[in-house]
């Protein structure tokens, strides 16, 4: 998804948050390198993103000012295992700190993914394990690699570990995963490219039936839709200073990083804070069948691959529709080199329906008001899935996250009707299952609400009992109460629960602090037994919220390091510590996501199911923000026979 690009015009960082340019990428690498030493190519880069200046620092800039900048890197050299951690001032071009981490490990780079394919289709027992399942053709044999987690294998300990699944094509455009080679899963040392074993749980007949998605495999396509366009005549109602959106009230600097993909920064309504900063920080994804092969998939999709490495290429009037800004996003290859995702981020304008409407009976006067909203988006490739993030930006103060997840399924073999295996997944086609798993994402929400002083209040509907109080048994009221300690909280449906950050510096009318409330939508209960090897390393998916106070180092919730991670690293462990929360700079972690028991529909290629979450302004206005809209009537409109 990512290219070269020697001759694309180079914008300078107008704002502390943007991220970093091709140029400063590049110097940041040419330190690293220079401090390292060594022949060329000995240095591989993980990660080369930026190190965010200090809160106040950004509190104090005013555009035209200079300020300094400094990156953070992750490198790992070749054929040694362990990372070496950097912070470097591109400013200064020196070395400000560094840290040598024998035991953690690297992500598994896009770069990796054919060489550790190669590796293990040369090796002669996968070969000769092909060939017990009647493939002789090799080129056409698909090995996707996943991170091994941490299981305890004496013959896994201390390494850099890939497990890998394989598929075979019917021919070379054909849908790999209509075709799983079952039972054959071989794991290879990245380190060493090497592979240590190769695994056959026993021969299953290869399913030969093809699946196919693209438009020229299908024996018709329909032609009875006709085109819907979005036209904006007088252009849109945004504005782009270097990364830094406008919009209605809103006011956003868009970043990005190869771990987190989309970010966003110094999130204000009308001048005034709501959120510092926003991503998402994590997304695993456990499966949950018992067969030994398929225990181990666990994958953190953000921590073990990175979702910002995988951004595609948006497509105009196809992956994004109507009058479309595209950013394009720079990130490192594992060389150093500075790569470009061209089109990597997307933002438009859509129209929502209507923002409010009264009819007065007695008057017969209807007043109306149009809504809309901005959106920002990025979609990754991870192997066969695609995530689509799209942050949601309304006129009356709210915000919105969307997950789309679309793709492909992960799919195994069996024996066409075999009982045990579909009791795990869902037979999609004769001797193809797609295994019961879900995915679970964490926000990290680092909220300044009117200020960086705030304190969650844990809010719940409850209800009087019936009596001299309550003697009709109608009566219910929301109780309030405040987060005074880190830790994590559940959703209670049952109870309408919710959280509310409010502000420590600001009331409104009513003498109330000004607050936003989140919305958990889709909290995801999970399966998994919190004292499994996968559970350890999973624990902040437990609850459904945690709040923490701000640390710039606790930025993930399983740990900086994930692949080969046994669960003692991230929010689980800082919690413990019992720091207060009431009344600080604070960061809310919310746990959402897709329980997916797969379905017929879901196959060969599955539409889009959506997960998110919502922050809605709770007091923080005096009253409806959205009265000064005009009254409008769209002139484009008509009726729909009359426009044939």
């Known amino acids: 998804m990512t290219t070269i690009c020697q001759s694309c015009q180079e914008i300078a960082a107008l704002h502390p948050l943007e991220p970093l340019t091709k140029t400063e990428i590049s110097k940041v690498a040419e330190i690293v390198r220079a401090d390292i030493g060594g022949p060329v190519g000995h240095v591989r880069f993980e990660t080369i993103e930026l190190l965010e200046p200090e809160k106040a620092e950004v509190r104090g800039f005013t555009y035209g000012d200079t300020f300094e900048r400094a990156a953070r890197v992750n490198v790992f050299l070749a054929g040694v295992r362990g990372v070496i951690r950097y912070k470097v001032s591109i400013t200064e071009a020196t070395v400000l700190w560094k840290e040598d981490l024998p035991d953690s490990r690297p992500m598994i780079l896009g770069e990796e993914f054919m060489e550790i394919e190669a590796c293990i289709k040369a090796h002669p027992d996968f070969i000769e394990g092909c060939k017990k399942r009647d493939i002789e053709d090799m080129s056409l044999v698909c090995v996707d690699p996943w991170s091994a987690g941490s299981f305890g294998e004496p013959e896994e300990e201390g390494r850099h570990v890939s497990h890998s699944f394989c598929w075979v094509r019917s021919s070379p455009d054909d849908n790999l995963y209509a075709h799983p080679i079952e039972g054959l899963c071989a794991v290879i ?199 689509g993030s799209y942050w949601y930006f309304y006129l009356d103060g709210e915000i919105e996250f969307e997950m789309k997840a679309t793709g492909i399924i992960n799919t195994v ?115 998994h037994d919190p004292e499994g090897p996968s559970g350890k390393r999973m624990g902040f998916i437990f609850n459904d919220l945690w709040v923490t106070p701000y640390d710039a180092e606790e930025r993930y919730p399983s740990g900086e390091f994930v692949n080969y991670s046994d669960g003692s690293d991230g929010i689980g462990t800082w919690v413990k510590q019992q720091r207060p929360v009431k009344g600080t700079d604070l960061v809310g972690w919310h746990v959402f996501g897709l329980h997916h028991l797969t379905r017929l529909e879901d196959y060969p290629v599955q539409p889009c199911v959506n997960t998110g979450f919502k922050l809605m302004p709770n007091g923080f206005f005096d009253r409806n923000p959205t009265l000064d809209l005009k009254p409008d009537m769209n002139k484009a409109s008509c009726n729909a026979l009359a426009a044939e």
Request: with cysteine.
């Open 189 to 387: 040392d990245i380190t060493e490219m090497k592979v240590l074993r190769v695994d056959d749980y026993g021969v299953v007949p290869v399913p030969k039936l093809d699946s196919n998605y693209t438009a020229e495999e299908q024996p018709k396509l329909r032609d009875d839709l006709k085109p819907i366009d979005v036209v904006q005549p007088e252009g849109v109602s945004f504005a782009m200073t270097g990364r830094r959106i406008d919009w209605h009230d809103w006011s956003i600097v868009i970043g990005f990083n190869a771990r987190e993909g989309l970010t966003l920064h110094d999130i204000s309504y009308g001048g005034r804070p709501i959120c510092y900063r926003a991503s998402i920080a994590e997304m695993v994804v456990p499966y949950g069948s018992p067969e030994t092969q398929h225990s181990r998939k666990n994958v953190f999709d953000i921590g073990e691959y990175g979702l910002g490495k995988l951004a595609n290429s948006l497509t105009l009037g196809c992956d994004c529709l109507g009058a479309i800004h595209y950013l394009d996003c720079w990130i490192a290859g594992m060389d150093g080199e500075p790569s470009l995702i061209e089109n990597g981020i997307c933002i438009h304008e859509e129209d929502f329906g209507i923002q409010w409407k009264h009819w007065d009976f007695r008057t017969d006067k209807t007043e109306v008001r149009r809504a809309r909203r901005l959106v920002i988006s990025s979609i990754s490739t991870v192997g066969n899935y695609e995530y």
């Open 413 to 527: 073999g069996c024996v066409p009707g075999d009982p045990e295996k579909t009791k795990y997944g869902t037979e999609v086609s004769p001797g193809v299952i797609g295994q019961n798993h879900q995915h679970i994402f964490v926000a990290r929400l680092d909220m300044t609400i009117d200020g960086d002083i705030n304190t969650v209040t844990e809010c719940e509907t409850k209800a009087d009992p019936m009596g001299p109080d309550n003697p009709y048994g109608n009566a219910f009221y929301m109780a309030e109460t405040p987060i005074e300690t880190e830790g994590g909280r559940k959703r209670d449906p049952y109870s309408q629960r919710y959280w509310k950050f409010n502000s420590g510096e600001n009331t409104n009318i009513m003498g109330k602090p000004t607050a936003y409330k989140l919305e958990p939508l889709h909290a995801c209960p999970t399966f």
